[in-house]
């Protein structure tokens, strides 16, 4: 009921249209009811944190705090339970008397209320806040497990019963030593953590006289314990017992899946990849959350008359679109954005993905298996066989697949995909190198954008950082543009857990196939010469896309030369 009371305050006032509440309950339900509806307004941007959390603060008559600005005492924390905290996504802010109050982003929740008034015997008042910054002081007030550091310093190792070496394992102890108490925590927290610290892979690696555990965060791996080597065995096989794999192979690489409830209600996925290596098993983990998948094309990044021409390219009826960049460069979320904005129910979607990262309602998503011959090739032949409107291939690796999805995009079908190459012009000659006709290519390929993901400058501790005017001309600022740019850099503070950095955002070139580039392609032009063209055409290359970044402050001139390159 406080649901559909929110959402009519919220149209009621013109926040928002009776269609956008319409489609963010429809999300609603869909998640089963997990997400709520502020949030869900929020992430499609229809509203922001702030308007949301002044409008109920108005309408409600409550005040607004800032929860990172109060010192909670430990005895209030205990009147509210953490199972309670997480139902309700509520705070226990002080107490004064009688009277009990709480921080909550809802405050027409009066079920919520009037439980905690039976529950604890305290009038309740509210105060109203953002329902990250609810998340935020959960995580914080309520963490009740032990750091990483305090587990280690726990361990008993005497109390192990640890695996050798030789290859004849003992499975029985192996599987006796993965259930042992510090082991089952030690790994547990080591997920946990990653999600806290919004890591996006979690690399546990062997090595002759080490062992290692790293996290990805904003795309840089951090080093964050070294386990003892004894653990090694337990640990890995822990994690391979949690995938569902086999733990007396060590000599083959396997894949899996482990999926963990967290508080809320909320799901985690992580897809786990076996590698055998010199001195053990090394295991990586790419944390899936689709509660924080951003499909919205408009917050990715892409310039304005960039992100214009892809929309374009993507809702032609047929011709290809492909997206590159190497692993980790964010290919998979602009595919999954083209295709939350082509979902519909009059088109008939299907993709072929190795693998697939995320379910996603009215699109038929196959997983790829290359050992039963289940290969992207066979899975294009058996789409053009089921009457589809839109295809998505995970990655064209060869010929075979090119040529299938070339014919399907030259014969009424939109074909989506990607390929590691460079940048955009250098795609071109990697489809002719894979075997493709240059004539086929020109009429084929609608559009190629190449990406990379930079780190964001931390909000909180941005500072200016002096570059000398000569080095942001070498780097590719024009002269007369180079004396005004004011850039910045974080200082560090402990929301960026002091790296100057929070967040990712993408570098972008986009290349539509043009006709001067049409005409290029079929004369045997090489990659240089296409480049030259698309940017005298004024197609954006990625370190302009950079340097657009850059002078926007949302990113460091550090981060535009690590991850892009000059221009010749």
């Known amino acids: 009921m406080q649901i559909s009371r929110l959402g009519e305050l919220l149209v009621g006032n013109n926040m928002i ?49 800032n929860l990172s600005d109060y010192e909670v005492e430990p005895a209030v924390i205990k009147i509210i339970p953490a199972e309670i905290a997480h139902k309700y996504q509520i705070v226990p802010v002080n107490r004064a008397g009688s009277t009990l109050i709480i921080a909550m982003s809802d405050p027409s929740n009066i079920f919520a209320i009037d439980d905690i008034k039976f529950m604890t015997g305290y009038n309740v008042e509210v105060v109203v806040v953002s329902e990250s910054a609810i998340k935020t002081a959960i995580d914080r007030l309520y963490d009740q497990s032990a750091s990483l550091a305090d587990v ?36 547990n927290l080591i997920l946990t953590d990653a999600i806290k610290k919004k890591a996006s892979d979690i690399h546990i690696e062997p090595y002759e006289k ?28 822990r994690i391979k017992i949690m995938a569902e794999l086999d733990i007396a192979e060590r000599r083959l690489p396997q894949d899996g899946r482990i999926k963990i409830k967290l ?15 010199l001195f053990g098993e090394k295991i990586v983990l790419r944390l899936l959350d689709k509660s924080n998948l951003q499909l919205d094309m408009t917050k990715l990044g892409y310039e ?50 190795d693998p697939v990262e ?43 697949t090119a040529e299938i999805g070339v014919k399907a995009a030259l014969t009424g079908h939109l074909v989506l995909s990607t390929l590691h190459t460079n940048d955009a012009p250098s795609t071109i000659n990697r489809l002719l190198n894979m075997g493709i006709e240059p004539f086929l290519v020109a009429s084929a390929v609608n559009l190629i954008t190449a990406q990379r993901l930079a780190r964001r400058v931390c909000s909180e501790c941005k500072a200016v950082e002096e570059i000398p005017v000569q080095a942001l001309v070498d780097a590719g600022v024009p002269p007369e543009e180079a004396p005004g740019v004011v850039c910045y850099k974080g200082v560090g503070c402990p929301k960026c857990n ?71």
Do not use: C, W
């Open 17 to 65: 249209t009776k269609e956008q509440l319409k489609d963010a309950l429809a999300e609603q339900k869909e998640s089963g009811g997990q997400l709520r509806l502020g949030a869900i307004l929020i992430k499609n941007g229809l509203i922001t944190e702030t308007d949301l959390t002044s409008f109920l603060s108005k309408q409600y008559g409550v005040p607004t705090i």
């Open 152 to 187: 280690m310093s726990d361990l008993e190792l005497e109390d192990l019963e640890v695996v050798g070496e030789e290859e004849d394992v003992d499975i029985g102890s192996l599987e006796r030593a993965t259930e042992d108490a510090p082991v089952v925590k030690l790994v």
């Open 210 to 237: 080490a062992f290692r555990v790293r996290y990805r965060i904003d795309g840089i791996l951090y080093e964050v314990m070294k386990p003892p080597m004894k653990l090694k065995n337990a640990i890995t096989s």
């Open 263 to 277: 508080g809320g209600g909320k799901d985690m996925d992580f897809r786990v990849s076996v590698l055998p290596t």
């Open 304 to 353: 304005a008359d960039a992100l214009e021409n892809f929309q374009r390219e993507i809702h032609k009826p047929f011709g290809m679109v492909l997206v590159t960049g190497p692993t980790g460069s964010g290919k998979t979320v602009s595919l999954y954005s083209a295709l939350s904005e082509l979902n519909k129910s009059t088109e008939n979607i299907s993709t072929a993905e």
């Open 358 to 400: 995320f379910n996603f309602a009215g699109i038929n998503q196959v997983q790829v298996h290359e050992d039963i011959g289940l290969n992207f090739a066979a899975a294009l032949r058996a789409f053009l066989r089921q009457d589809p409107d839109i295809i998505m291939i995970g990655e064209i690796r060869d010929f075979e």
């Open 498 to 568: 002091n790296t100057g950095y929070k967040g990712r955002v993408g570098f972008y070139q986009v290349m539509p196939m043009l006709e001067p580039i049409r005409e290029l392609i079929l004369n045997g032009a090489n990659t240089a010469e296409i480049k030259r063209e698309s940017m005298r055409l004024g197609i954006k290359t990625m370190r302009q896309s950079g340097l657009t970044k850059l002078m926007e402050g949302v990113t460091s001139f550090e981060e535009v030369l690590r991850v892009t390159v000059a221009d010749d």
